[in-house]
């Protein structure tokens, strides 16, 4: 396997990285998005849904991995958005994705990249948005929705709430803030 370094990059991107992400991006995300439409139709079914986010506040970056030769090769960026209050989650919620492209996917670089995620995203409280209670995952991937998978996000913490109109899973995690009430 090849060696990959993974760094937790939430809030912390300069102008190098920056650059970096949007060379990452102009090369993969066709493809990404052919990937999430792919995965959207052909599992797309009649669900309840938790209804439509409302706005997209932020988007940024929170943890990459770089292959050998130091090329991003995986990203997992959160979404800030503002939340229907009707669902009972708040006013705001962190979205996560995580994209790999495939010729560096394995399970061992998925759960290390998701894992710095995690474990940055809960330390750096200081850093996220206070009115965001929850960190949300839309698994849409058919992978992601075996019971090996949801017991493993489980294990991190993450309560499924049910599927969405997209054919997706939808979990929950509860992120703890300098202002809860």
């Known amino acids: 396997m ?15 990285l920056r650059s970096e992400l949007k060379a990452f991006w102009k090369q993969n995300n066709k493809s990404y998005q052919e990937e999430l439409k792919s995965f959207r139709s052909e599992f797309a079914k009649n669900r309840k849904s938790m209804g439509p986010p409302k706005k997209t506040i932020s988007r940024q970056p929170a943890a990459i991995s770089r292959d050998q030769s130091g090329l991003i090769d995986g990203v997992v960026f ?3 958005k503002e939340l229907d209050n009707s669902i009972g989650l708040g006013s705001h919620a962190y979205f996560q994705r995580m994209y790999v492209i495939p010729e560096s996917r394995n399970p061992r670089l998925a759960n290390q990249l998701f894992r710095t995620f995690l474990e940055g995203f809960d330390r750096e409280v200081e850093k996220r948005d206070h009115r965001a209670k929850v960190l949300l995952s839309e ?42 009430f």
Request: no cysteine; charged share 20%; glycine share 12%.
């Open 139 to 180: 698994n849409i991937n058919p992978g992601l929705q075996k019971a090996p998978m949801r017991r493993y996000f489980a294990r991190l913490g993450f309560q499924m709430l049910g599927g969405n109109q997209l054919g997706g899973e939808i979990w929950a995690r509860k992120l703890k803030t300098h202002f809860s």
């Open 2 to 16: 090849t060696d990959h370094r993974i760094e937790f990059v939430f809030g912390e991107v300069n102008n190098q």
């Open 78 to 80: 959160v979404v800030l």
